[in-house]
């Protein structure tokens, strides 16, 4: 390539706005340029010279980074750009062995402009402050200075609201409140979320009002048996380690009774005629009388079979133990009998 088309396209570079790129502040990109220098064999000291300054303003290529992207990226990123531009500058000069190694260069740090173009696209589409709402203070590096900070994310809603949901249960069970937003995983440091209630029965005119409950690193709580004088208004206040409120949560809680067990029906018997509650009266203490005279002889007539059969069964065991004893004496009878027997043979 000749040295005026080299000195062309160095002048167009001049003439954009000169803003530094993030790639720039990447150490590995520029050890991979400079690995290239050093490496590169079989050019003369002019071929060397037009690449270094190819080199030097390939990062002015990159203009667009702080004009139309806020001139922040966040580390992930800039992660995801140097990896492209990295693999692509190896695989391209692996490659390529055209000879024109200076047009060679000038066509990868275009590639490198349109790969950091296109992440910060999606960074600044979906990355660069999340929040729908509260305050976010995110970790990002300024393109120009090379610097990590925080950059403060506001949101457009009400200030640090984040909405209110209203939750209904029943006595007795369980409900779970939690305020945990896809962008308090961004927050720079340590958070913790304080819990607070305000009863259902009384206004609530100021924050102030709130009667603390638990300060937890995790997102959520748990509220198990509930009781009716437990609803009303609980919120949730996202704080980092400053002490700065991120984000204020509001959950409206109802709790319905149990329903109460209805009494038992009493039925109301008609009134007797006047006259009769005399004769109703002898009726019951007659039947009264019977049934313990029945209960009496029943309770004789039991006791009597019992011992009717407690005499037969001593009256049986006697009798069995007679006839044993009878037995046993005969047997004695016999044996003295048979030894005189043969005394006398």
């Not at 990447?26 to 290239?36: N, S």
């Not at 999340?130 to 949101?155: A, D, E």
């Not at 029943?298 to 069995?320: P, Y």
């Amino acid at each position: 390539m000749s040295f005026a088309l080299l000195f062309g396209w160095l002048s167009i570079l001049g003439s954009c706005p000169s803003v530094s790129s993030c790639l720039q502040c990447d150490q590995v990109v520029r050890y991979v340029h400079e690995d290239f220098l050093s490496t590169v064999k079989g050019i003369s000291v002019r071929d060397q010279i037009e690449l270094k300054q190819i080199i030097e303003h390939a990062y002015v290529n990159f203009r667009d980074t702080g004009t139309r992207f806020r001139g922040v990226i966040d580390p992930t990123t800039l992660y995801r750009a140097r990896t492209e531009y990295q693999s692509e500058f190896k695989r391209h000069w692996k490659e390529d062995r055209t000879g024109y190694i200076q047009w060679d260069m000038i066509n990868i740090v275009e590639k490198g402009k349109r790969i950091l173009q296109k992440h910060l696209e999606i960074f600044a589409a979906q990355g660069l402050c999340p929040n729908k709402c509260g305050l976010l203070y995110q970790r990002v590096m300024n393109c120009t200075s090379c610097q990590y900070g925080l950059f403060m994310c506001q949101s457009a809603t009400p200030p640090l609201d984040c909405g209110e949901h209203h939750l209904e249960a029943d006595e007795g069970e369980e409900v779970v409140l939690d305020c945990f937003l896809s962008w308090h995983a961004l927050v720079a440091g340590k958070i913790e979320y304080h819990y607070s209630w305000h009863p259902a029965e009384k206004n609530l005119s100021h924050d102030g009002e709130y009667e603390e409950l638990v300060v937890t690193e995790e997102s959520k709580i748990v509220l198990n048996q509930l009781k009716v004088n437990e609803g009303g208004t609980y919120r949730c206040l996202l704080r980092d380690q400053t002490g700065t409120t991120l984000s204020r949560t509001r959950f409206k809680l109802k709790v319905n009774p149990l329903p109460s067990t209805p009494p038992g029906l009493t039925v109301a018997l008609p009134s007797l005629p006047s006259g009769h509650d005399a004769t109703l009266h002898n009726l019951q203490r007659s039947s009264l009388i019977i049934i313990l005279i029945l209960l009496t002889v029943l309770s004789i007539t039991g006791s009597l079979v019992i011992i009717a059969n407690l005499r037969v069964t001593m009256k049986r065991r006697e009798e069995e133990r007679d006839s044993r004893r009878g037995g046993e004496g005969e047997d004695v009878e016999n044996i003295e009998l048979m030894s005189v027997t043969e005394r006398g043979m």
